[in-house]
Structure formats: structure tokens, C-alpha cells
Antibody, heavy 119, light 110 residues
């Protein structure tokens, strides 16, 4: 069974930083691209970032470039999202989402972790 | 990266069929068949119901079907059931090697 478990969310002040983690199990982690997607309260889904199997290809949503950094550790079967210079509009549930194994695809989601940016 | 365009809400009665559209551009839906649809119930993570425009993952009802014409993809749900009431999102791969979601459609089963 594919399982993705996010952690690291919480309350942070504007301008602060937070590092999210996603632990994967139930599939060959190193064979898949991984993604982060967020959902602000009461709003729709927004793709945040993707990282390829060997971390050679990394993409970000245009609105986030320079503030967020995605990384992965294939030995630990984990993907991370370092978020800096956080703003109120970054408040959202952040989901870890499995991508494709050699082709563009998105399928399994974690349960999400809530990030709240507020003073 | 402008969001794909979906109707904000749709409604229908149990047993009926309905179609939700998802309109993009020649840089996403128009050029790729990497279009997927997700169903999200309140408080839950999204669930994949269609991928590659019209393929269903194992375990997803065949009441869900998909198609694409030009820059517009469509999700059709036949034989509506009360449990189909949820939010539906389309997503497409883009020529920038990124992904873009639709704004979401709230389906109400009357």
C-alpha cells in the first residue's frame, strides 16, 4: 500500500521558516518523481513543486521561486520542502503527492500538514 | 501559470449524468494527454479518479469517464449517486514541465 505521511507543519510568524517532511512507503520511492501541492483554507488546489527521481530536475510554481526549496533523500525515502520568508498567503494544508515513474503523472496523496502563518 | 478554467459549481439529481469541463491552453491541455481528475470530499485528501484524459485507476467506478477536445478536457459522471457529492479538480502537465490545476468544481447531488 502506498503511504505518504507529511509532518512539520505548524504556526509560524510572517517572515519565518518551516521545513516540511514527507515519509514514503509501499513503493519504490527512488523510481518516482515527487510533488508538493497546497490548499489554502476553503480554496482550491495549487501545485507547488516537483522533484525528479534523482533530484536532477526541480520545478517550482512561479509565485514561489526563491522562497521554497524542495529536496529528497532516496535512502530515507523522504521528500522535503524548505519554506522561507513565509507570508500569510502561504497558510495552507501542504500535501505530498506521488508523481510519475518516467512520465508525467500524479496519483497518491498524503493526508496533508497544516501550515499557518500568522503573528 | 494561469489556472485551468472549471465551472465553480454544478448540480444534478441522483441517477442523472453530468459533465464538468476544464479549459486550458495550447501549452497544457491542448498539447498533452497528461490530464487527470481528482475527487475531494470535505476534510479529505484528493483521490485520483481519471488520468491520461480517460484512464481509470483500479477500483474507480466506470461511472466516471473522461475526454478531451482541443484545449478542453471533460469529466462525465453517469448514474449520479449521493456519494459523488464532492469537489472535483482537473490538472494538466504543461510545456514548462510544471503542473497546473483547475479552480475546482463543487458538485451537488440534489
Amino acid at each position: 500500500e502506498v503511504l505518504l505521511v507529511e509532518s512539520g507543519g505548524g504556526l509560524v510568524k510572517p517572515g519565518g521558516s518551516l521545513r516540511l517532511s514527507c515519509a514514503a512507503s509501499g513503493f519504490s520511492f527512488s523510481s518516482y518523481t515527487m510533488n508538493w501541492v497546497r490548499q489554502a483554507p476553503g480554496k482550491g488546489l495549487e501545485w507547488v513543486s516537483s522533484i525528479s527521481r534523482s533530484s536532477t530536475d526541480i520545478e517550482y510554481a512561479d509565485s514561489l521561486k526563491g522562497r521554497f526549496t524542495v529536496s529528497r533523500d532516496n535512502v530515507k525515502k523522504s521528500v522535503y520542502l524548505q519554506m522561507n520568508s513565509l507570508r500569510a498567503e502561504d497558510t495552507a494544508v501542504y500535501y505530498c503527492v506521488r508523481g510519475g515513474a518516467g512520465r508525467p503523472h500524479v496519483d497518491y496523496w498524503g493526508q496533508g500538514t497544516l501550515v499557518t502563518v500568522s503573528s | 501559470q494561469s489556472a485551468l478554467t472549471q465551472p465553480a459549481s454544478v448540480s444534478a439529481s441522483p441517477g442523472q449524468s453530468l459533465t464538468i469541463s476544464c479549459t486550458g491552453t495550447s501549452s497544457d491541455i491542448g498539447i498533452y494527454n497528461y490530464v487527470s481528475w481528482f475527487q475531494q470530499h470535505p476534510g479529505r485528501a484528493p483521490k485520483l479518479i481519471l488520468y491520461a484524459v480517460s484512464d481509470r485507476p483500479s477500483g474507480v467506478s466506470n461511472r466516471f469517464s473522461g475526454s478531451k477536445s482541443g484545449n478542453t478536457a471533460s469529466l462525465t459522471i453517469s448514474g449520479l449517486q449521493t456519494e459523488d457529492e464532492a469537489d472535483y479538480y482537473c490538472i494538466s502537465y504543461t510545456t514548462s514541465s510544471t503542473w497546473v490545476f483547475g479552480g475546482g468544481t463543487k458538485l451537488t447531488v440534489l
